[in-house]
C-alpha cells in the first residue's frame, strides 16, 4: 500500500459531472460518498466538468477537493472524453485508490493501473441494452464493459441481478452495494394536491421506462384520478409533446417537467395514491428506493431488478400494457387499506437494505479492502476471474 508518505488515504473519484451535483444517480451517489468517505478518514477528489458542481444548494463539504478536467460537451462524446482526462490527471497525481463511475470509462483504466492506482468500478447497468443509444454507442459501451471487466482490480454491482449478469457474460465476480436514499419526516401534500389522492410518475422520457404506456394509461385514469407526471427528456421529443398534450387536455392531468427540488420531490412521492415506477433495465433504480423510504405505495413494472429491490412490498408488479396499468392503478387507487399496507411494507424493506449510511459503509469497507491487496491482483483477470 501506498501513500506518498501521507498518513491519509488520497482516493479519486471518476466518472460525474462534478461535486456536489443532482444529475443522475452516479452524481446521487458521490454527493453522499465522498463526505461519508472523508468521515472515515480519507482525503477526497472528485473529478468533474467546469461548471458541474452546482452551488446554488448550499456550501458543499470543504473537504472535499473538486477537479475540473476539459472535455467535449456532446451526447456521444463527454463521457468518454472526461473520463480520459480525469484518468490522466488522477495517474499522474498517484492516488491511493481510484473509485470509477460507469464502464464507458473501462477504456482508460489502464492508464491508473500503469500508475500502479488499483481502480474500483461501479458498473451500474447495462448501458448497450438502453433504447436511448444508437447502434455506434451501444458498441462502444459494450467494449468499455469488456475493458472494465479486464482491467479493473475490483467490480461493484448495485443489483444481484447485474452481479450474476457480469459473472455469466464476463466471468468477473463483483461486490453488491446498492444505492441508497433517505427518509423525511411528514411532509405536506404540495400543490394543492390532496394526499393519497394522486397518482405519480416520476421517470427520464424514454421508452424503456414505459412512459409511453403509462400515458396511455393516464387518459383513462384521468377520468377518475389526479395525475402528477415529473420528468422530461431533457431536449424536447415525442413524449415530452405527449406529456404537454395531457396536460393540456385533461383538468386531472399535471405535467411539471424535470423537478430539482428535493423537498418537493419527496413530498410527492410521500403522499401520493400510488406511485408507479416503469423503468426496464438498469439495477437498483435510485427513484425506486427513494420513493421506498418516503412510504410511496408501489405499482411497477414487472422485471427482475424491480422485484429484487420491491420483494413482496408493491402493491402490484405489471407488465408493459397501457390496460393493465391502468387497470392495476384505478384498482389499488380504490383500496386505500391496501396501498397503506404497501407503504409500510416498502419503507420497512428499504430501511433494511437501501438506506446512503448502508451504502456508503460498504464502500469504504470496498476500497479498503482494495488497498489491503496487492496491486498485481488482478493482472490474473485477462477478462475473467
Known sequence: MKNNGRNRRRVAIIGTRGYPN????????????????????????VYGRKGGSDLTRGVPDPRITVREVLGIESKALSTLTYGLTASLDAAARGFD????????????????????????????????????WGRAARAVFRL???????????????????????????RRKSVFIPYGGVERDSLEAPLGLKAGNYVLLVARFVEE??????????????????????????????????????????DNVVWLGHVADDDLLHSLWQNAGVYFHGHSVGGTNPALVQAMLLGAPVIARDTVYNREVLADT???????????????????????????????????????????????AAYGEALDNLMSKSPSISRSHKGGS
Open 22 to 45: 443532482y444529475y443522475g444517480g452516479f452524481e446521487t451517489a458521490v454527493r453522499f460518498i465522498a463526505p461519508a468517505l472523508a468521515d472515515q478518514g480519507w482525503d477526497v477528489t
Open 97 to 132: 485508490v481510484a473509485l470509477v463511475m460507469n464502464v464507458a470509462n473501462g477504456f482508460w483504466i489502464p492508464f491508473l493501473r500503469m500508475a500502479r492506482i488499483p481502480v474500483l468500478v461501479n458498473v451500474d447497468g447495462l448501458e448497450w441494452e438502453r433504447d436511448k
Open 144 to 170: 468499455g464493459a469488456r475493458c472494465t471487466a479486464r482491467f479493473a482490480n475490483e467490480l461493484v454491482a448495485d443489483a444481484v441481478a447485474i452481479g450474476e449478469h457480469w459473472q455469466a457474460q464476463f
Open 209 to 250: 421506462n414505459t412512459v409511453g404506456e403509462f400515458f396511455q394509461a393516464a387518459r383513462a385514469l384521468a377520468q377518475e384520478h389526479r395525475v402528477v407526471i415529473v420528468g422530461s427528456s431533457g431536449y424536447g421529443g415525442v413524449l415530452d409533446a405527449a406529456a404537454e398534450r395531457l396536460d393540456r387536455e385533461f
Open 314 to 360: 408493491a402493491v402490484s408488479f405489471v407488465p408493459p400494457r397501457a390496460e393493465e396499468i391502468a387497470r392495476a392503478i384505478d384498482r389499488a387507487m380504490r383500496d386505500s387499506p391496501a396501498r397503506e399496507r404497501a407503504g409500510r411494507a416498502a419503507l420497512s424493506r428499504a430501511r433494511s437494505n437501501y438506506t446512503w449510511e448502508l451504502v456508503v
